[in-house]
């Protein structure tokens, strides 16, 4: 996984709504927060999208811009974001190759069966691009205000 002061690599995703997102076009003035979760519609997922969501306005007055990745298609990630009433981006990586250069496409065990998917975390990047802050492996419900306490300082 990346670690603080190593470069957050480029995007070039599309979002729910098919538009190709660049880190760029993401960021505020102070930076870019993205949150890797595993899939649209599960009950963790859907808590920590709805957690940013609440604290949306903050992070944005923070000076933030805020996105969501995951290995979904922008179809899903449409009906998603449409019913839990959404405001910033969801990133389809299908080919999860942000995914991959982020560390964030690990190995899961799950009842006993091995398989490839998506780690929970969260990467903070400065205007630059570069980590300022790396939450590896986070439980979902109150990880937003974490976040967001920690950019207050």
Same mark, same amino acid.
């Given at each position: 996984?990346?670690?603080?002061?190593?470069?957050? *690599?480029?995007?070039?995703?599309?979002?729910?709504? &098919?538009?190709?997102?660049?880190?760029?076009?993401?960021?505020? #003035?102070?930076? @870019? =927060?993205?949150?890797?979760?595993?899939?649209?519609? !599960?009950?963790?997922? !859907?808590?920590?999208?709805?957690?940013?969501?609440?604290?949306?306005?903050?992070?944005?007055?923070?000076?933030?811009?805020? +996105?969501?990745?995951?290995?979904? $298609?922008?179809?899903?990630?449409?009906?998603?974001? +449409? $019913?839990?009433? @959404?405001?910033? *981006?969801?990133? +389809?990586? =299908?080919?999860?190759?942000?995914?991959?250069? @982020? &560390?964030?496409?690990?190995?899961?065990?799950?009842?006993?069966?091995?398989?490839?998917?998506?780690?929970?975390?969260?990467?903070?990047?400065? *205007?630059?691009?570069? @980590?300022?802050? =790396?939450? #590896?492996?986070?439980?979902?419900?109150?990880?937003?205000?974490?976040?967001?306490?920690?950019? +207050?300082?």
């Amino acid at each position: 996984m990346l670690e603080q002061g190593q470069k957050l *690599p480029e995007l070039n995703l599309a979002d729910q709504d &098919g538009k190709t997102r660049s880190r760029a076009d993401l960021a505020g #003035p102070k930076g @870019l =927060v993205i949150f890797v979760y595993s899939r649209d519609n !599960t009950s963790g997922c !859907t808590t920590e999208a709805s957690e940013f969501q609440a604290l949306l306005a903050k992070f944005s007055a923070a000076g933030y811009g805020l +996105a969501g990745i995951s290995k979904d $298609k922008a179809e899903s990630h449409a009906k998603f974001a +449409a $019913k839990l009433g @959404l405001g910033y *981006p969801l990133l +389809a990586d =299908v080919e999860t190759t942000t995914l991959q250069a @982020l &560390g964030a496409w690990v190995e899961k065990k799950s009842k006993g069966k091995v398989s490839m998917g998506a780690q929970r975390s969260t990467f903070v990047a400065g *205007p630059d691009g570069v @980590l300022t802050k =790396v939450y #590896p492996k986070v439980k979902a419900a109150g990880h937003a205000q974490i976040v967001l306490d920690d950019l +207050a300082g």
